[in-house]
């Protein structure tokens, strides 16, 4: 039975693998392709990356712009988080659809089952087929076809972090590796979970490493019962981005209405929605004509990497998306932090959000850090190697799809599958 398995260790750095901390990584790596210049999408958060591997397109094409969005339930737009539970509801009822492209499980609803098991945020989770064509299973519930909450006996009752994804993983192992589902993820909690709240690199960091390391252990174990040769299965391995230490915040929406651009601090003539180290600005009619002021202040600033109308987003590596909004990747550097982890960036804060510590993890723009996720594949007559391709967090969908024979709808990424190297046969 021809299957395909991914398995997301949120935020791992390419260049934070080693033989002591990840020993099961570096033993897949050594038998698939890897591919050194893997790319996120923009902005490189987990909220956008779901979707992105789900519909093979970028932020702007599938429809989530950030880790929050800016939305008008009919009250005027305003800023929502999209990793609660009810977002993928909240945007349904607002546009009529979640996502602008299909997913892989839906694509997959005639082929076999789809089953995604997550511990990040409920959004992030459930973007992965918010329409139900499969199921997801999540601490904040698990949902089989047409959405129907699974029994009670079959929940997910876990708490992110490293236990946690060890018991997902055991679930993941019995009910999809075993259970012989045709497409499964895992998408792990750590170690993004622990980059979040404690120094890159340091000792928490690198446990919640080594724990996301036992749990893709855990899947080639099981792996090797059903299909030891690889034969059928093939297996992505990736994160989705990586992560630079915060070096200090920026609360924009303040900055804003400092310096007048923005009537007062809550107002809806300019809302900012915050993605870690980027931000996308939220301009409407009202304001319309201070937009390209703005971006010239914007610019202006050394907090900003690069502040852009969202019409000319092509510099980004994403499709352009008309419209009244501007984004901003914060500004960062290559400085090492107290554990010799390079990468800082500015962080975007706003009011309602859990204080931001300086000195720990974040993503969401391009600094150094963030842009280094890894990808290897392994699979059928896959010879390892290592690949200098220009790929993308948007090419896995097409490439489960063309292994599993199903031929894909209009994606922005392509299928890896001819350009990696095969024994000959
Ligand atoms: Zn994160």
Redo the contacts with the bound molecule.
């Keep these: 039975m021809k299957r395909a398995v991914v398995v997301v260790c949120?935020?791992l750095r390419r260049d934070m693998m080693t033989t002591e901390t990840t020993p099961n990584l570096l033993a897949v790596a050594s038998r698939s392709v890897v591919f050194k210049d893997f790319s996120p999408v923009f902005p490189s958060?987990?909220r956008s990356s779901s979707p992105a591997i789900a519909t093979g397109c970028h932020p702007v094409n599938h429809g989530i712009l950030g880790?929050a969005m800016v939305i008008d339930e009919g009250t005027g737009p305003v800023c929502a988080s999209v990793g609660d539970p009810d977002f993928v509801d909240r945007l349904r009822k607002v546009r009529g659809t979640v996502l602008f492209r299909p997913t892989i499980s839906e694509l997959l609803q005639d082929v076999g089952d789809a089953k995604i098991f997550s511990n990040?945020s409920a959004g992030a989770a459930y973007l992965l087929d918010p329409e139900g064509y499969g199921y997801v299973y999540h601490r904040a519930g698990s949902y089989g076809p047409g959405r129907k909450p699974v029994p009670a006996a079959d929940r997910l009752d876990i708490a992110v972090g490293i236990e946690g994804d060890a018991e997902m993983t055991r679930r993941f192992c019995r009910d999809v590796i075993e259970g012989g589902v045709v497409f499964g993820t895992l998408w792990l909690s750590e170690p993004?979970?622990a980059?979040?709240n404690s120094p890159l690199g340091s000792p928490t960091h690198i446990a919640a490493i080594k724990s996301a390391d036992r749990c893709v252990g855990n899947v080639l174990e099981a792996i090797a019962v059903v299909d030891p040769h690889f034969t059928e299965t093939v297996l992505f391995v990736c994160s989705d981005?990586g992560?630079n230490s915060v070096r200090r915040t920026i609360d924009i929406a303040y900055q804003l209405v400092h310096s007048g651009f923005k009537s007062s601090y809550h107002s809806d003539d300019i809302v900012v929605a915050d993605s870690?180290t980027s931000a996308r600005i939220h301009i409407s009619n009202s304001a319309k004509d201070r937009k390209q002021d703005l971006i010239n202040f914007l610019n202006n600033q050394d907090w900003v990497d690069r502040a852009f109308s969202s019409d000319d987003l092509h510099d980004i590596g994403s499709p352009s998306c008309p419209g009244t909004s501007i984004v901003i990747a914060m500004a960062g550097d290559n400085v090492a932090n107290e554990y010799g982890v390079s990468g800082m960036s500015d962080c975007a804060i706003g009011p309602d959000e859990v204080d931001q510590q300086i000195g720990v993890?974040?993503?969401g723009g391009a600094g150094f850090g963030e842009v280094q996720p890894f990808l290897f594949v392994r699979g059928p007559n896959l010879r390892a190697s290592v690949s200098e391709a220009k790929v993308s967090l948007v090419d896995l969908a097409p490439t489960i799809l063309e292994h599993l024979d199903v031929k894909p709808p209009r994606m922005d990424g392509r299928s890896l599958l001819p350009i990696m190297t095969r024994w000959a046969v």
């Design positions: 949120d935020s958060v987990t880790s990040v993004d979970n980059g979040h981005h992560m870690g993890g974040q993503h």
